[in-house]
């Protein structure tokens, strides 16, 4: 993999993305890229390993992770409830080395039902799924925030047919885990035109900085409407999201997050030209 750098790494320690101090954990919006993030993790990949090493260490008392990935849609809610999800290698057509990597970090039966149940308090009507595995949108980022994989993880599925305001509501009814040693992650893509994928060597496409330093401007300005409605009001929208799948995770985060959008940047590293691999930690304030 070639990557391109649009601007440098944030260091968590030493930059806008430390971790915040207090009890309250940030909601988490990662940008997973392509499966070969796996093993070929540019700068974005050690970035989110320094932030989760300095994450555990401000936050001992971090107990699981709900993360939420488009690799996995369903009809409507569902939180995986199995204690040891799998490994899921969703994909074809890349190197065997990649096939060989395990996430064997442990699910959370305990935590899922606290999941399910503030998403059906909520009227988000959700079901457990025992047999899930960890797809690569939950377990290809989360090897690099904490590759000793021991911290317990529970996936909730997108909705099918889910916009924005709907995913943000499913995180805005698990935003109370933040207090309660629970990091929420949305897991997606900042921007994801795959037909635009050629490799090699290339300069961001301007597009994709358009539309990335657009989000990140309504981030700065705390407007959540503008963010909604990005689909008719960001520059480019439907270019760099031909469909919404890759892009509404963030929502997930950001309804975890609440009123407080501050966003602290990981990476603002673009892969292949057209992949925005944008990450950013949102508020300490649930």
């Known amino acids: 993999m070639t990557v391109t750098q649009h601007s440098p790494v944030a260091s968590p320690r030493h930059s806008d993305a430390a971790v ?17 993030f796996a093993l070929d993790a540019g700068t974005t990949g050690p970035a989110l390993t320094q932030w989760g090493a300095a ?21 409507s809610p569902q939180v995986m409830t199995g ?20 996430y064997p970090a442990p699910g959370s039966p305990a935590l899922a039902q ?11 009507s959700a079901q457990g799924d025992e047999a899930r595995p960890f797809d690569h949108g939950a377990w290809v980022p989360l090897m690099h925030l904490f590759p000793q994989a021991d911290v317990p993880v529970v996936q909730v599925a997108l909705p099918a047919h889910a916009g924005p305001a709907d995913v943000y509501a499913l995180g805005a ?6 207090s309660q040693g629970v ?22 496409a301007p597009y994709v900085l358009e539309f990335s330093r657009w989000i990140e401007s309504a981030l700065a300005r705390g407007d959540l409407q503008a963010l909604l409605n990005y689909r008719t009001e960001a520059p480019h929208a439907h270019r760099a999201h031909p469909t919404e799948d890759h892009f509404l995770p963030i929502f997930f ?18 892969m292949y030209s057209m992949l925005s691999m944008d990450a950013f930690a949102l508020g300490a304030t649930p």
Do not use: C, K
Request: glycine residues 12%; aromatic residues 8%.
């Open 183 to 204: 990091l929420v992650v949305g897991s997606g893509s900042m921007t994801h035109n795959l037909a635009e994928f050629f490799g090699g060597a290339r300069e961001p």
């Open 83 to 102: 204690p040891q999800p799998a490994t899921w290698h969703d994909f074809g057509g890349f190197p065997p080395a990649l096939y060989q990597l395990q």
């Open 55 to 75: 994450l555990r260490e401000q936050f001992p008392q971090l107990r699981g992770i709900v993360v939420m990935s488009p690799h996995w849609m369903a009809r």
């Open 20 to 36: 915040p101090h207090g009890a309250v954990l940030p909601a988490l919006f990662v940008s997973h890229g392509a499966p070969l």
């Open 173 to 178: 009814a698990l935003r109370g885990l933040r």
């Open 253 to 270: 985060a950001l309804g975890a997050a609440g009123d407080d959008l501050h966003a602290s940047y990981l990476s603002r590293e673009v």
């Open 114 to 124: 606290e999941v399910l149940a503030l998403l059906n308090a909520a009227g988000l």
